[in-house]
């Protein structure tokens, strides 16, 4: 769920100056997976634009103040949640790791990057989500190490069904910045795109996996 309706599209405003989303309803991108997609999203620019950096630090960090005021560490999902996490925790005052898609396969073989104390409550810092999958692999690798985890604190959510289903599997609670509803909302609102553009765009949600131009 998004954490605050007017951040939502602060934030979805942002990204799209910035161009770190982009929308091509006309010549859809090819994902990683194989779907056409009419969006790419690519949050890391965030990190080039200093203003825009902090707004997304502090809004990351007044959401954990709100949601989470027990947390003890922070901890980002490699590699595109390293950077922004370690700018909350450091805002914060708090320690930082970051928890690798697998383990190393030398020296430690670490997954989880950095110390915590043993059962540590954390809130895990990711700046996309699209069906949870990778997101979720570092929440089970930190309670496979026996802490808690309060919650996922995420920049950008495309909001798919699957990705909900598979945090409500993992009994781990979402909050995002934006999400991909008030991301066409402020597109249409600002020209970005077209009301023809935005029906594309929603049919695309919700059958990504079989969608094409």
Known sequence: MIFDKETALQTAGHLLQIKAIKLQPATPFT???????????????????????????????QLIQEKYTSVESIVGVATGAIAIGALVAEDMGLPFCYVRPEPKSHGRQNQIEGHLEPNSRVVVIEDLVSTGGSSLKAVEALRKE??????????????????????AAANCELYTLSNYDSLLTQALKTGAITTRDKEVLAKWRKSPDTWDI
């Open 146 to 167: 026996g802490h808690r985890v309060l919650g996922m604190a995420a920049i950008f959510n495309y909001g798919f069904p699957v990705a909900e289903a598979n945090f």
């Open 31 to 61: 994902w990683a997976s194989g779907w056409k997609s009419p969006i790419y999203c690519d949050n890391r620019m965030s990190l080039s634009f200093p203003p825009i950096r902090n707004f997304i630090r502090s809004s990351i960090v």
